[in-house]
């Protein structure tokens, strides 16, 4: 058995919106055109008794939930920019994962890569409660969507590593970030 989810799109959102429902387990999406310019994307997705588990829906999808929380977590005190950056950072480490890891989920909850993930941090309870009547985690939502859908430029100049401008941890020392974008300090040049 199969279910469809429909969702109405503005026409510059259907490529990515096609991709996330592609990411989210689609088996199949289907646009159609609507006279008012948009587009409605049905997707159809295999029923929890064909397969055993429920499939999430795209603003379900563990890789973008795990994204915008990782933002938030990491960056909500930061203009849109800033927190675009960061998901730079996490993106630009998929690159390498030997390293960091190979998805987006253990790009975010590697041990110690990413402090509000640390569950003696005082921002990971506020992280496992948060949802998108925070306006903050709202536009994190909207920003991992982008990313996942492979739609959100680098705006880091391929940092895989960044850093608040008020602390100095060991592995920057003596190293030159390649930009600055708000409070935080990113860099490329890690190894």
């Known amino acids: ?7 109405d799109v503005p026409s510059d959102k259907v490529e990515g919106k096609i991709k ?7 088996i ?3 646009k159609v055109a609507q006279p008012n310019g948009k587009f409605t994307i049905i997707a159809t997705y295999e029923d929890e008794v064909s397969i055993g588990t429920t499939t999430p829906s795209p603003h379900d999808n563990a890789a973008i939930d795990t994204l915008a929380r990782t933002l938030w977590g990491e960056a909500r005190g930061e ?16 690159k390498n994962p030997r390293r960091f890891g190979g998805t987006i989920e253990e790009v975010c909850r590697k041990p110690f890569q990413f402090s509000c993930w640390n569950t003696d941090d005082p921002n990971f309870v506020k992280l496992k409660n948060v949802d998108r009547n925070d306006q903050s985690f709202a536009e994190c939502l909207e920003i991992a ?10 705006s880091t100049l391929g940092a895989d590593h960044y850093h608040t401008s008020g602390v100095s941890p060991n592995w920057s020392r003596g190293k030159t970030p390649c930009i600055q974008i708000g409070n935080h300090l990113f860099f490329n040049n890690i190894t």
């Not at 058995?1 to 969702?7: L, Y």
């Not at 203009?79 to 950072?89: F, I, L, N, P, Q």
């Not at 969507?145 to 680098?154: G, H, S, T």
């Open 145 to 154: 969507e982008r990313a996942v859908a492979e739609q959100l430029p680098d």
């Open 79 to 94: 203009s849109r920019a800033g927190k675009e950056g960061v998901a730079s950072v996490i993106l630009n480490r998929l």
């Open 28 to 30: 199949s999406v289907e």
């Open 20 to 26: 996330i429902c592609k990411a989210s387990g689609a």
């Open 1 to 7: 058995m199969h279910t469809e989810r429909e969702e």
